[in-house]
């Protein structure tokens, strides 16, 4: 029993030792400058001849947030906008683009290829590249027809669905990592379960919404998530934006920046909140 205890005690030690080079850098480079950022976000930080000095103000930069700069919160607004009509797009599209390239087709691998490659190659920063110099934008919507009906019916909508079309090419990139996790997901699906609802005389898409559904969406939550916390880390989203360059304006940027993150941060997360209510079990648990 002692010899048990031994050995289990040297694999706990393994495990923490395997971890460790992670935990070490997590705590570093993430933990520490996140927290700071809270005391950051109550100081008027400048720059000097000196250096970095902070000022203790309070509640001041808060303050500032909301009630002085006329650009923030019509920005947060605007990303909440952008959020709820891109998420849900990124995440059906990335859910059909799986079930096709999850089918057992000639060449499956090669589509599979044509469709990831460009997703490996360009990776955030080329893409961030690309999206400043405006090669990721298509053509306006605004001079159609079709814009104007929806415009004089819902000019939310139409601006909406305008926006949509004009970076349609970054919401096909967004589907790259979702549609891995779909595919995962899809594969793990007891093949058994749809044999017996065939032999029920199920149609292809009854066995889509009563199997693969309510299977996947543990991974929609997965997808979701993701997908939400990455469209908040380009130039898409006014907000990231504006902390970016709030950040290198050396008359108290740093900490105003830091107050417009932590903002933006409750809004992310009410946004991750909602996405567990939606995905729970009726029983109050997460799928």
């Avoid at 967004?174 to 749809?194: A, C, D, E, V």
């Amino acid at each position: 029993m002692k010899r048990k205890n031994m050995h289990k005690s040297r694999q706990n030690l393994m495990g923490y030792l395997f971890m460790s080079p992670w935990m070490i850098g997590f705590l570093i480079f993430t933990a520490i400058p996140f927290f700071y950022t809270i005391y950051l976000s109550f100081n008027d930080v400048t720059l000097t001849v000196r250096g970095w000095e902070m000022q203790w103000n309070q509640y001041d930069n808060y303050i500032s947030a909301f009630l002085r700069n006329t650009e923030f919160i019509p920005n947060i607004i605007s990303f909440c906008i952008y959020i709820v009509i891109y998420a849900p797009v990124i995440i059906v599209i990335a859910f059909i683009l799986a079930i096709l390239l999850n089918q057992k087709i000639k060449f499956r691998a090669g589509f599979r290829l044509i469709y990831f490659l460009p997703v490996i190659i360009m990776s955030g920063s080329v893409m961030q590249q690309l999206m400043d110099s405006g090669n990721t934008e298509m053509g306006s919507l605004e001079t159609s027809v079709i814009f104007m009906i929806i415009y004089n019916a819902s000019p939310i909508l139409a601006k909406a669905l305008s926006f949509l079309f004009e970076n349609f090419s970054m919401v096909l990139w967004f589907t790259g990592i979702p549609i891995i996790l779909f595919i995962n997901g899809l594969q793990k699906i007891n093949k058994s379960l749809y044999e017996a609802a065939e032999i029920d005389g199920a149609t292809s898409w009854q066995m889509l919404w009563k199997i693969t559904v309510p299977l996947i969406k543990p991974i929609v939550l997965v997808t979701t998530i993701f997908t939400i916390v990455q469209l908040g880390l380009y130039n898409l989203n006014p907000v990231y934006q504006m902390i970016q360059d709030t950040i290198y304006n050396t008359a108290g940027g740093l900490g105003l920046a830091s107050a417009f993150s932590w903002i933006y941060t409750f809004v992310v997360m009410i946004f991750v909140g909602i996405t567990f209510y939606i995905f729970r079990n009726k029983d109050g648990q997460v799928e």
